[in-house]
């Protein structure tokens, strides 16, 4: 499956339609909706757009340029616990 821009944006559209549909406490958060969907991106080239589009968001969200960077900071320590 290849991850592209208009195959994320169809997937949230779809999502959020059902949200709207939903009773409100059941609605899930954006990030919930968005994790669910991690497990289909099974090749590098995937999971490199993925991370991308990621981190060129950082700067559409509030102090998300300062949270990349501290994350990039930890990243070396995050590599090591992968197993």
Do not use: C, F, W
Not at 2 to 14: F, G, V, Y
Not at 19 to 30: I, N, Y
Not at 43 to 67: M, S
Request: charged share 30%; no cysteine; hydrophobic share 45%.
């Amino acid at each position: 499956m290849k991850l592209t821009k208009s195959l994320i944006k169809d997937l949230i559209l779809e999502e959020l339609g059902a949200a709207e549909e939903a009773e409100p406490e059941k609605m899930e958060s954006d990030v919930a909706t968005l994790l669910k969907l991690v497990p289909k991106i099974n090749n590098a080239n995937e999971y490199q757009q993925l991370v991308t589009a990621v981190i060129k968001h950082a700067a559409e969200v509030p102090r998300g340029k300062a949270l990349l960077a501290q994350l990039y900071k930890e990243l070396p320590a995050a590599i090591k616990g992968i197993k």
